[in-house]
C-alpha cells in the first residue's frame, strides 16, 4: 500500500470512526490505532483489504451487508 493510502485516510474516505471501522471490517481497535500512528504496516490480508476499501468502498460494503 502506498504511504499516501493510509489506513486513516481509507478510513476517513468511508467516514467512519476508529471504533465503526474496526467493526465493519474485522480489524481490532488497537491494531488500527498503531497503523493509522505508523507504528505498524498492514501486511497480507489486510493490506490487501485496505486496498479494496480504499478503490470500491461501497461494493465493499454492499459485499459485508449480504
Given at each position: 500500500m502506498k504511504r499516501y493510502n493510509?489506513?486513516?485516510?481509507?478510513?476517513?474516505?468511508?467516514?467512519?470512526?476508529?471504533?465503526?471501522?474496526?467493526?465493519?471490517?474485522?480489524?481490532?481497535?488497537?491494531?488500527?490505532?498503531?497503523?493509522?500512528?505508523?507504528?505498524?504496516?498492514?501486511?497480507g490480508a489486510a493490506r490487501v483489504l485496505l486496498h479494496v476499501v480504499a478503490k470500491e468502498p461501497q461494493a465493499v460494503l454492499r459485499a459485508l451487508a449480504h
Open positions: 493510509t489506513a486513516k485516510n481509507v478510513r476517513a474516505k468511508v467516514g467512519m470512526t476508529q471504533v465503526e471501522f474496526a467493526a465493519t471490517f474485522g480489524i481490532s481497535v488497537s491494531t488500527l490505532r498503531h497503523w493509522e500512528r505508523g507504528d505498524r504496516t498492514p501486511h
